[in-house]
Structures are given as structure tokens and as C-alpha cells.
């Protein structure tokens, strides 16, 4: 069997279309992820034809997809959430760094 | 393969409504959710009640599932084993994806699940026939892959299967397993994601397929904990050696050993870093030794005494901040 090709997507980032599809979306959706800052982009004066995002960004959406759907979450309160969860992982990586996990 | 009852799962009667089963899941995975929960199977928790919810709130879903649980209630095997949905089962029931349902909910569901609903979020066209005049690129697929840390630091070729509803020439739906020989690229993280170009569903009247992702998982290591690029590894150092100073030899990740140098008056918790041992990269990260001060036990009349020299040499009261 030959090994098919594949890419990190960190190497080759996703168009908003190609997030959009990865996450069973409307491209619109993922515009509003990135009005309500749960997803940041490196140029957003550019328009969003121009925009790329990395595995981070799929992880996100996905989340935010799922905290929508399971728990009637809007974006503004998803993006909250988010941004906790981050911070909680962050604290606990930092935790095991120093031996305390 | 066992039935699962998904009713139980969740807590709630057959006849439960679309509220009382929305209710009963948010309850459970605020409870099991893998950030939060200190139950021990939490993560086999969450994706019990995941599934059960993604079948018991789609009606068509549902009222297949309760077809199928009706006719293994009546003609099981006597231990309540499930073999394989009856031949049919599922005729008259048309699977969509709802308008909020994700791609990559399915990924970690069980068996029996993808034995019922494939691994994916719907099937179209059961009973329906082909749709001839129907264009769609195929969706999106997701699965996780769990690799070893030696497979991302050098890069590895692993086989996944896979397994998918596909739809038939009489437009009946049919679970195919295929392999796959996935190409693991050197330096890859975890939580990065692999595409796989043109390996998700197939599409419809001519467009193309979709794509396969793939979420790394790397499994854990005896030795060494990823934090990012860098590589964390504990590094046990004798009183001696991290009072005095020492040079110590180290194993690398990517084989081989390299010198390390022990400052004097090293302290446990003290972190060193060797540049660019950790993950293979643009940015190579970093591998961090994370001193941990080992005591020689005191099991000999030699270490003893040795002991209480060092205590009559060096007098030292760790607990002077304390007032003591």
C-alpha cells in the first residue's frame, strides 16, 4: 500500500473556506469566531480571502462548535470558556514543568 | 459487541422528551467533562454520554435506534448480546447531519455506534435511491491518531483503519473498513492535525471528496513529557553532585548521550537546558532536565556515619523561614 502524502496543517494553514468545511460550518460562522475573538488572525486589515489558520485555530473551532451545540453556548460566552480552558492548561503544563502534577 | 442502551446513559425514560434529554446530557458532561471531572473514566464517561446524546436528539436517529433496541429486546440472545443490526433495520429512515452537528463528534464513538450509524455524522440516500442531479463535495472526515514521541521525532509511516457508511449501487448504505498508510511527519505535535487530501467522504454527482483530518495524540513516554516543542525529562542528582557541582551524562530523545555540566549549589526543582534537543522543527525545541535531588539511603554503618559527619561539618537548619 503507498503511503498517502499529508500535510500538518501548520505547515500548509486553512483558508476560511477550508475551516469552515472542517468543522461542518457556514463560512459566515467563522467570521463571527473571529469577531468574538476566539480565533485570532495574523492580518486581519487583510480581507479574510487572505486569512490562514494552524491547528490551534481548528481545535478552537471545534470546541467552540461543540460548547454551541451541547450547551446552547453563544459565541461571546464560548469565547469566554475558551479562553479559561486555555488558561487552566496553561497553569497545568506549568505545574507539571515544576514537578507538581 | 454489546447493545448499548443509551436511555441509561443518559439517564432518562424512553419516552423522555428533546428537553429532558438536552438537560440530562449538559448535566453529565458538566460532570464528566475531562477539564473538570476528578472521576477516573471521565474521558470514557464523556464519550458514552456524547454518543448517546448525538443518536437521542436526532429523531430519525433515534427512531431507528429504537427500532433496533425494540427487536434485540424481542429476539436477543438470552445474555443480551448484540451481534449486527438486523438485515433491514434501518429501511424507511433517511440520517442527515443537523444543522449544528460537527464532523468530528463521531471520531471517538464506539463500535457499536459506527456498526449502526457509520462513523459519521449521517448518511444520506438509505432507501432514498441515487440522486443523479445532486452535487456536493464530500464532508469533511476527522479521526485521531496516537503515535509514539520516537515516531514524531524521526518520522514514521503507520497504518489506521478506518471505517465509513458508504451507499451502494442500490443506494443501500454498507460499512467498509479500509487502511490507510499514513506518512508521519517528523516534528509533528500533539494537538496538530494531519490532512489527508481527498481521504474523507466521497462526494456526490462528480465533486470531489473530502478531506481526512487526523489530531496527533502522542502516547506517553517513560522518560520524557512534550510541553509544546520542548521536552521535559526529570534528572536525579545526588546531594553531592548538586552541592558540589558535577558532570553527569544524559540520554538524548533522538538517541545518542550528551554532557550535561551540574552547577554547584543546584537545588531540587532546578530546570536545564540543552538548545534544540526537544522536537525537530523550523524552531527545533528544547529538551529541559528538571533536577531532582536523590538521597543515598542511610543503610550501612558507613552511610550513617557519613551522615552524621556531614550534620556535624555542615551544620544546616532547613527550616530557619519557619521560625524553627
Known amino acids: 500500500m503507498r503511503a498517502i502524502t499529508t500535510t500538518v496543517i501548520d505547515s500548509a494553514p486553512l483558508s476560511v473556506r477550508e475551516l469552515a468545511r472542517a468543522v461542518g460550518a457556514e463560512d459566515q460562522w467563522v467570521l463571527r469566531l473571529v469577531e468574538v475573538e476566539i480565533l485570532h488572525v495574523d492580518t486581519p486589515a487583510e ?13 478552537r473551532a471545534l470546541a467552540a462548535r461543540r460548547l454551541e451545540r451541547d450547551f446552547g453556548a453563544n459565541l461571546d460566552t464560548a469565547a469566554l470558556i475558551l479562553d479559561l480552558q486555555s488558561e487552566l492548561r496553561r497553569l497545568r503544563a506549568l505545574m507539571g514543568a515544576h514537578g507538581l502534577a | 459487541m454489546d447493545f448499548k442502551d443509551y436511555y441509561s446513559a443518559l439517564g432518562v425514560a424512553r419516552d423522555a422528551g428533546d428537553d429532558d434529554i438536552r438537560k440530562a446530557y449538559r448535566k453529565l458532561a458538566r460532570k464528566y467533562h475531562p477539564d473538570v471531572s476528578k472521576e477516573a473514566d471521565a474521558d470514557a464517561k464523556m464519550r458514552e454520554i ?8 436526532d429523531k430519525e436517529k433515534r427512531a431507528a435506534y429504537d427500532q433496533l433496541a425494540d427487536h434485540v429486546a424481542r429476539g436477543g440472545s438470552p445474555d443480551g448480546g448484540f ?22 463528534d463521531q471520531a471517538d464513538f464506539s463500535e457499536f455506534f459506527s456498526s449502526i450509524f457509520g462513523n459519521r455524522g449521517g448518511m444520506g440516500g438509505a432507501g432514498g435511491g ?14 485521531a491518531i496516537e503515535i509514539a514521541l520516537e515516531d514524531a521525532l524521526h518520522g514514521a509511516e503507520r497504518q489506521i483503519s478506518l471505517r465509513a457508511q458508504e451507499i451502494d449501487d442500490q443506494g443501500r448504505p454498507r460499512l467498509v473498513e479500509r487502511k490507510l498508510d499514513v506518512k508521519i511527519p517528523a516534528g509533528v505535535r500533539p494537538g496538530q492535525y494531519i490532512r489527508l487530501a481527498g481521504q474523507g467522504l466521497p462526494g456526490h454527482g462528480g465533486e470531489p471528496a473530502g478531506d481526512l483530518y487526523l489530531e496527533v495524540r502522542i502516547a506517553p513516554h517513560r522518560l520524557y513529557r512534550i510541553e509544546g516543542h520542548d521536552l521535559y525529562m526529570t534528572l536525579p542528582v545526588t546531594p553531592t553532585e548538586a552541592a558540589l557541582g558535577a558532570h553527569v551524562t544524559v540520554p538524548t530523545p533522538a538517541g545518542g548521550q550528551v554532557d550535561v555540566t551540574i552547577p554547584k549549589g543546584a537545588r531540587g526543582g532546578m530546570k536545564l537546558r540543552i538548545k534544540e534537543r526537544g522536537l525537530p522543527g523550523k524552531t527545533p525545541g528544547h529538551l529541559y532536565l528538571l ?27 532547613p527550616r530557619q523561614h519557619l521560625g524553627g
Not at chain 1, 480581507?47 to 481545535?59: G, I, K, N, V
Request: aromatic fraction near 10%; charge should be negative.
Open chain 2, 83 to 104: 451481534r449486527q443490526p438486523p438485515p433491514g433495520w434501518d429501511e424507511g429512515f433517511e440520517f442527515r447531519r443537523g444543522p449544528n452537528a460537527g464532523p468530528a
Open chain 2, 50 to 57: 456524547n454518543e448517546a446524546r448525538d443518536v437521542l436528539q
Open chain 2, 291 to 317: 533536577l531532582e535531588i536523590a538521597l543515598p539511603p542511610a543503610d550501612s554503618d558507613a552511610a550513617r556515619a557519613a551522615y552524621e559527619q556531614l550534620a556535624k561539618a555542615a551544620p544546616f537548619n
Open chain 2, 130 to 143: 441515487p440522486r443523479a442531479a445532486y452535487r456536493e463535495r464530500g464532508e469533511d472526515h476527522h479521526a
Open chain 1, 47 to 59: 480581507p479574510p480571502e487572505r486569512w490562514h489558520f494552524r491547528s490551534a485555530d481548528l481545535q
